[in-house]
């Protein structure tokens, strides 16, 4: 089993930033990604980022490309989201997840289904 902790959201105005962090424990070893899904009020779950834990390949959706980066502390087990230029449209319930296999492919390394193992979630909100 692997543990996920994230770190707090919180509040920001419209053009801030947020980092989120998601610690794990537990078989961290058997972990080969990492990603971070969101969900907004009213809307299914949808895929953010992934970052390949060893090689350090990463994926995001278009509507995150450029503003948000992941990033990972394999020494602390650790993955990050930093987030930047934020929209009132990332107001969001974010989570972290963890995939112990990596796909070659971006399509497969987006679905929720082929993540092992989820955190809690945390309430990220942007305002005008």
């Known amino acids: 089993q692997v543990q996920l902790v994230e770190s707090e959201g919180g509040s920001v105005q419209a053009g801030g930033s947020v980092r989120l962090s998601c610690a794990a424990s537990?078989?961290?070893?058997?972990?080969?990604?990492m990603g971070w899904f969101r969900q907004a009020p009213g809307k299914e779950r949808e895929f953010v980022a992934v970052m390949q834990w060893t090689g350090g390949n990463t994926h995001y959706a278009d509507s995150v490309k450029g503003r948000f980066t992941i990033s990972r502390d394999n020494a602390k087990n650790t993955a990050y989201l930093l987030m930047t230029s934020l929209k009132p449209e990332d107001t969001a319930v974010y989570y972290c997840?963890?995939?112990?296999?990596?796909?070659?492919?971006?399509?497969?390394?987006?679905?929720?289904?082929?993540?092992?193992?989820w955190g809690q979630g945390t309430q990220v909100t942007v305002s005008l």
């Open positions: 997840a963890a995939a112990t296999t990596y796909y070659s492919s971006d399509y497969s390394n987006a679905r929720e289904r082929n993540y092992d193992y």
């Open positions: 537990g078989r961290a070893f058997s972990v080969r990604a």
